[in-house]
């Protein structure tokens, strides 16, 4: 190898470091295994880490309409995230009867760790109100 080879090698290695990395994931119902375990590095015009979360019907027939949470993680780039959220409009309404989405962009390698799904569980709210309830009552009837 000459000198000129050996410096742009030397030059060229931080670049490698510098590229962006994301997790992806797509058609998963959870925040485990994929989507956390998978990450890529985004390509160069790519800087900015994108995650979608669907609230939908699944794709095969089942009674009842019942719906369930399915995200999709992927590297994009910051303007083309920005104007996918942004066009949205009454698909990001978030109600539980009717079909949503929600698009987050964030920059910084592997930010789109977390997903923001809503409540975790109502079981604890139901108890709380539940206790509260008979806890008003006991004293009224004091």
């Not at 949503?100 to 592997?110: T, Y």
Request: with cysteine; proline share 2%.
């Amino acid at each position: 190898m000459n000198l000129n080879s050996i410096v742009f090698c030397i030059l060229g290695l931080p670049a490698l470091s510098w590229a962006l990395e994301c997790y992806v994931c797509k058609g998963q119902r959870d925040n485990r295994d994929k989507c956390i375990k998978t990450a890529i590095q985004c390509e160069e015009k790519q800087d900015t880490c994108k995650t979608k979360i669907s609230w939908k019907q699944p794709d095969f027939w089942q009674p009842r309409s019942i719906r369930y949470h399915y995200i999709e993680k992927s590297c994009d780039s910051k303007e083309a995230c920005s104007a996918e959220s942004n066009n949205l409009g009454l698909k990001s309404m978030r109600d539980w009867y009717r079909d949503w989405i929600a698009i987050e962009c964030c920059q910084g390698d592997r930010c789109n760790f977390y997903v923001t799904m809503g409540a975790g569980t109502k079981a604890i709210s139901f108890l709380l109100l539940g206790v509260t309830m008979v806890m008003h009552f006991v004293l009224q009837m004091r």
